[in-house]
């Protein structure tokens, strides 16, 4: 598959996230082990921490699904009363470390909204909310425009 880069989780960064996802699924721990965390946090470092205090405060994540269930968007919510939506499974944010640390400098793979929208969906902690195409669009549309506050 030819797909730009940063659409897209690195495969090292994917491995790993596919690697407990499965695991969870066939297991009964449905929690992140030790050594699970551990190798999280070699590919993801500080995201992970920032990621997983995002977990903390909020135990379970919208995901707006439309009626038809072809489309997802997770809601995250983020500082200062602010929520991000991701899709699933795509390595795109709007939010300004996105920008700057992602796509920038590529400092980082992903974003704290991205892993924790990925780890949600790993441990069943996203609440499926039941939307129209026209309000999944609005969503969508609302998702971009956050970027106009940012400055
Ligand atoms: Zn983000």
């Given at each position: ?51 997983l205090d995002i977990l903390e405060k909020h135990p ?92």
């Amino acid at each position: 598959m030819s797909n730009s880069s940063s659409t897209r989780i690195p495969v090292v960064a994917e491995c790993v996230l596919n690697h407990v996802e499965k695991r969870i699924t066939e297991s009964e721990n449905k929690q992140l082990l030790d050594e699970e965390l551990l190798s999280l946090h070699s590919v993801f470092g500080a995201v992970l921490e920032r990621a997983l205090d995002i977990l903390e405060k909020h135990p379970t994540f919208v995901a707006y699904t439309t009626t038809n269930k072809t489309r997802t968007l997770i809601e995250i919510q983020g500082e200062n009363d602010r929520c991000y939506r991701v899709f699933p499974r795509i390595n795109y944010c709007p939010c300004r470390s996105f920008k700057h640390q992602v796509l920038e400098r590529k400092a980082q793979v992903l974003c704290k909204h991205v892993l924790a929208a990925r780890i949600a969906q790993i441990l069943g902690r996203t609440a499926d909310h039941e939307v129209t195409q026209d309000q999944y669009l609005m969503l969508l549309r609302s998702m971009f425009n956050t970027d106009e506050h940012n400055g």
